[in-house]
Structure formats: structure tokens, C-alpha cells
């Protein structure tokens, strides 16, 4: 079992970066991604990466905004987030697939980081 240490989360202003890290304790060959949950809501998928070619997928509530990537030789998958907005707030969560595959839902996904909490407010 892989385990999946998040960082870099933080409070930031209407308009304002974060880079958040996703430091894997082994190798990766599986789909990463990155989910977000706020209070009172379920979890929900925000970007995932394939390892091997790093080609991206986002939610249309992140497009333009967020940038998944990953650093094979470091194990880390990143996602830069920009021009952010409140409704961002939220605990963001790594996550591995269960295959090389990218896919969107929780059920795909079979190891959690233990979060790391964003909030952007002025």
C-alpha cells in the first residue's frame, strides 16, 4: 500500500496561488488525482494526471486554473492552483488509481492522502 503525504495547503486571498504537493512513498506507474471536499459536501474530483504520459483531466470548475503535474524521479504530483476563488475552500486530497487509467469517480481510486486544508478568503 502506497501512502500519500499532501502539503503546501494554506490561506490565500481572492486571486491568489497555492501549489499543493503529493509526495508518494513508492514508485507510481497508476493515474493520479486530486479531489476536494468542503463541509457539508461530498468529495469532488478535481484533476488526475496519467503517469506515464501526463496527460491531464479537470473539472470544469478548475479549467484554466489548475495545473496537475507530476515529477516521476521525486514520486510527487503537484497542482497549481491560480486566480482562485472562495468557493475553492475546501480540504484537498490526493489519491492513486487502481489502474493506469484516468478516471473521475472516488471509487476509482484505492489510497488517500490525509488532506491538507485550502481556504481562500480576504
Known amino acids: 500500500q502506497v501512502q500519500l503525504v499532501e502539503s503546501g495547503g494554506g490561506l490565500v486571498q481572492p486571486g491568489g496561488s497555492l501549489r499543493l504537493s503529493c509526495a508518494a512513498s513508492?514508485?507510481?506507474?497508476?493515474?493520479m488525482g486530486w479531489f476536494r471536499q468542503a463541509p457539508g459536501k461530498e468529495r469532488e474530483f478535481i484533476a488526475a494526471i496519467n503517469w506515464s504520459t501526463g496527460s491531464p483531466l479537470y473539472a470544469d470548475s478548475v479549467k484554466g486554473r489548475f495545473t496537475i503535474s507530476r515529477d516521476n524521479a521525486k514520486n510527487t504530483v503537484y497542482l497549481q492552483m491560480n486566480s482562485l476563488k472562495p468557493e475553492d475552500t475546501a480540504v484537498y486530497y490526493c489519491?492513486?488509481?487502481?489502474?493506469?487509467?484516468?478516471?473521475?469517480?472516488?471509487?476509482?481510486?484505492?489510497?488517500w492522502g490525509q488532506g491538507t486544508q485550502v481556504t481562500v478568503s480576504s
Open positions: 489519491a492513486k488509481a487502481k489502474s493506469t487509467l484516468i478516471v473521475t469517480r472516488t471509487s476509482g481510486f484505492d489510497s
Open positions: 513508492r514508485t507510481i506507474f497508476n493515474a
